[in-house]
């Protein structure tokens, strides 16, 4: 069987350049990988290069090594966003009725083939690079590698899981609100947003032309900096490119969200995460606090302000001439910008630069900012019922960056329970990226970060972890209930210092009230895995004065768990001090 591990482009482009391999040899194992993969998940592509031609261009790469060249990007598997040109393929930016075939590559694509890259094909998008979950274009939602029940991220939908499932070694895509570091964050790579100007966007479809750049998806930050340092320059036919320039970063000092300010939208395990990685930051850096809420109204002059209208100028064409073939949910979006008055621009443009002058202020202070690149994730039927409200949710902490001119580096910090990735992103000044790409290093080397878990190659079953206290423990009287579900014992734990134990009066069989207190202790449980479907009908029949609720463990993670209502304590006997249920009834007996 094909075996789908991720491809290190620092590695494939050293071994073809000192001839241990070759690029026809690569090409053939992206041929095997593409064929197996597409089983899976045929929807991250919109189109592709044929095998021959795959094998042709790897020969053209070959010849030109042979010749005496050096490639930095020797034999590279790469893909593009299906909104930037390549020569040979169309440009559809996931829209059939706007589809045309450039003359030329973009430029950045150009350099990377120039380097000796060998382009695999164009990946699928959020339509017109509207949206952060990948689930607005005709051509299918790609899923997330690692949960096929789960949304990958968007808009550069594609190029992510291509990317996490090791179909090419990088991947560009696109950021003007977020979309080269959200769907990084849920595939567990790093997602590279360049300052703005930093790479051309000549051959780039606009979403927002003062705000958009090209971005790459990598496993590593070591392949991120080849990538930057084989792309990175002035291009003159890009109005917005501007001289290369590298700022470092001097002092020790990081700005993250208040914690009055931090949303996770009832995500506990992100926030469990994001505390865990400011504390692995702390060993490094001098970690302060700063106010998030003028960045957080920069982020809303992106969709609730004027700058829509620069998204609905991009489209104008198309809107006007075929509004039908654009995406519903897209076209709800856009529309709103031609109800913009130049009045409304100009007070957005004047709040911006006041805005933009409180967060230059903050670099006096800090050097980096620290950020969850997004508070939580969602299934992909989740964004079909709710495309708008939980897409507007993945973007909190992206929306600003583009918008006040910083660069941003997505970093992976963890992995769900359901094997989605959670990641935060490092953010600087303009011309920060090698800094950060350092900052991320040094980041990382203290992380402690297991590997990515296995990719979902057929659909994972969807679980549930529940705790208990009491009756359902192992041998006890209402174990069954959860045997008769297969319940997966996980193992024995504690719950955090904060709780207090209660034997329920005259329940029959006996039961303890679990609640939650300032003055508790650490209580014993076991923890079971359960699918959904088990789990729901486990909680029809959970009887009052009982409950599920979220139950914190020892090490700040959190799952469900039995909790009590109030009236559970109406004559009850507290034996918190014994530590555990199974220690009240060895005392009874």
């Not at 789990?535 to 993670?557: K, W």
Request: proline share 6%; aromatic share 8%; net charge negative.
């Amino acid at each position: 069987m094909t075996q789908f591990c991720r491809q290190d482009a620092t590695s494939i482009a050293r071994a073809v350049n000192s001839r241990k391999t070759s690029a026809i040899a690569v090409a053939e194992d992206v041929i095997a990988r593409l064929a197996a993969y597409d089983a899976i998940q045929p929807q991250i592509w919109i189109s592709r290069a044929s095998d021959a031609d795959l094998r042709a261009a790897a020969g053209a790469i070959d010849a030109r090594l042979a010749a005496g060249e050096f490639l930095p990007l020797a034999g590279v598997p790469f893909a593009v966003k299906d909104n930037i040109d390549v020569q040979g393929f169309e440009t559809t930016a996931a829209c059939p009725a706007f589809a045309y075939r450039p003359r030329d590559s973009a430029t950045v694509v150009q350099r990377l083939l120039d380097a000796g890259a060998l382009c695999v094909g164009k990946t699928n998008l959020d339509q017109f690079a509207t949206g952060l979950n990948g689930t607005r274009s005709p051509y299918g939602a790609p899923r997330n590698a690692y949960n096929l029940a789960y949304v990958s991220g968007g808009s550069s939908s594609g190029s992510a899981s291509a990317t996490a499932a090791g179909l090419v070694a990088f991947a560009l895509g696109t950021d003007t609100a977020g979309s080269g570091r959200v769907p990084a964050a849920f595939q567990h790579l790093i997602g590279f947003k360049p300052t703005k100007g930093r790479w051309s966007n000549t051959g780039l479809v606009p979403a927002c032309r003062t705000l958009d750049c090209i971005t790459v998806f990598t496993d590593d930050t070591a392949d991120a900096r080849l990538i930057d340092g084989v792309v990175a320059g002035f291009d003159a036919r890009d109005a917005y490119s501007k001289p290369l320039a590298n700022r470092t970063i001097e002092r020790k000092t990081i700005g993250v969200p208040r914690r009055d300010q931090r949303v996770f939208f009832g995500d506990l395990e992100s926030e469990y995460l994001f505390d865990r990685a400011i504390e692995k930051l702390g060993q490094l850096y001098n970690v302060v606090e700063i106010d998030y809420a003028p960045l957080q109204e920069a982020a809303q002059l992106l969709y609730s302000g004027p700058w829509v209208a620069e998204r609905t100028a991009a489209m104008s064409s198309i809107l006007a001439s075929n509004p039908e073939a654009v995406d519903p949910t897209v076209r709800e979006i856009v529309e709103v910008g031609f109800k913009t008055s130049a009045v409304d621009l100009f007070n957005g443009i004047y709040r911006l630069a006041e805005l933009k002058r409180y967060a230059d202020s903050l670099w006096q202070d800090i050097d980096i900012m620290v950020f969850p690149t997004t508070g939580t994730t969602y299934r992909v039927a989740e964004l079909h019922v709710s495309p708008i409200a939980l897409n507007s949710a993945f973007g909190f902490y992206t929306n600003f960056v583009n918008l006040l001119d910083m660069a941003a580096l997505a970093v992976p910090a963890g992995t769900r329970t359901n094997a989605t990735g959670f990641g935060i992103t490092l953010i600087g000044p303009a011309d920060t990226d090698r800094a950060l790409l350092d900052a991320a290093d040094a980041y990382l080397s203290v992380a402690d970060l297991p590997s990515p878990p296995p990719l979902d190659l057929e659909g994972k079953m969807q679980t549930v972890k529940l705790a208990v206290v009491g009756a359902h423990l192992k041998d006890m009287p209402l174990h069954w209930q959860l045997t008769s579900r297969d319940a997966k014992f996980v193992g024995a734990f504690e719950t955090a210092p904060n709780y207090r134990l209660y034997a329920i009066a005259d329940s029959v069989p006996p039961k303890p009230a679990l609640v939650h207190s300032d003055e508790g202790a650490a209580i014993a449980l076991e923890i079971y895995e359960l699918s959904v479907e088990a789990f729901g009908s486990f909680v029809v029949e959970v009887p009052p004065p009982l409950a599920i609720g979220t139950v914190t463990l020892a090490d700040g993670t959190s799952v469900k768990g039995f909790v009590a209502e109030p009236r559970a304590l109406t004559g009850a006997k507290d034996i918190t001090s014994l530590g555990g249920w199974r220690a009240y009834i060895a005392q009874l007996s």
